[in-house]
T-cell receptor
Framework: AQKVTQTQTSISVMEKTTVTMDCVYETRDSSYFLFWYKQTASGEIVFLIRQDSYKKENATEGHYSLNFQKPKSSIGLIITATQIEDSAVYFCAMRENSNYQLIWGSGTKLIIKP | EAAVTQSPRNKVAVTGGKVTLSCNQTNNHNNMYWYRQDTGHGLRLIHYSYGAGSTEKGDIPDGYKASRPSQENFSLILELATPSQTSVYFC????????????FGHGTKLSVL
């Protein structure tokens, strides 16, 4: 069965440092997509970055990058040079190529301290 | 930039009453989704649609109906609202044209008293 797990409920780091958020997934499909979304304090949910399962290179988007470890079914989100406005809840999600539904993790709350 | 608009933003309903949550997208996406979000949970899929006239059950469809009368509009209907349906509801759209990324509305906070 498909499943996405984020074990870190909350992380707190100092501003301008690098943070990594963990996510592991379960799927039987050989082809799938992995996503990270951010939910701000206002409730807005925005797409951050995506990794396709067939791509070996890690995706990057601005100060977001991914650590894709396919043998471990792991897709970590790395935020470099964190800013106060990066404080939010971060969700990991997976979509199998054979299914239009996204499977969501429970989220990790990131707190950036000045 | 793609846009998804939900209405109303806030709603207070009485138990047993009918509630309709509306969603409009100007992205021309085929797929639309209704999620609910509760404290301690991620997003849970209620209903989704592949296009006008289609609706599919998600993971938690009980107590909800959906309607997709056009490409742009997707409604979530609570025929007999219950307090357990108090939640924040999000609509989203997306498809292969958007490279699978979803665009979300700002959410509707529903309180059923």
């Amino acid at each position: 069965a498909q499943k996405v797990t984020q074990t870190q409920t909350s992380i707190s780091v100092m501003e301008k440092t690098t943070v990594t958020m963990d996510c592991v997934y379960e799927t039987r499909d050989s082809s799938y997509f992995l996503f990270w979304y951010k939910q701000t304090a206002s409730g807005e949910i925005v797409f951050l970055i995506r990794q396709d399962s067939y791509k070996k290179e890690n995706a990057t988007e601005g100060h977001y990058s991914l650590n894709f470890q396919k043998p471990k079914s792991s897709i970590g989100l790395i935020i470099t040079a964190t800013q106060i406005e990066d404080s939010a809840v971060y969700f990991c999600a997976m979509r199998e190529n054979s299914n239009y539904q996204l499977i969501w993790g429970s989220g990790t709350k990131l707190i950036i301290k000045p | 930039e793609a846009a998804v608009t939900q209405s109303p933003r806030n709603k207070v309903a009485v138990t047993g009453g009918k509630v309709t949550l509306s969603c409009n997208q100007t992205n021309n996406h085929n797929n639309m989704y209704w999620y609910r979000q509760d404290t301690g949970h991620g997003l849970r899929l209620i209903h989704y649609s592949y296009g006008a006239g289609s609706t599919e059950k998600g993971d938690i469809p009980d107590g909800y109906k959906a309607s997709r009368p056009s490409q742009e509009n997707f409604s979530l209907i609570l025929e007999l609202a219950t307090p357990s349906q108090t939640s924040v509801y999000f609509c989203a759209s997306g498809d292969r044209v958007s490279n699978e990324r979803l665009f979300f509305g700002h959410g509707t906070k529903l309180s059923v008293l």
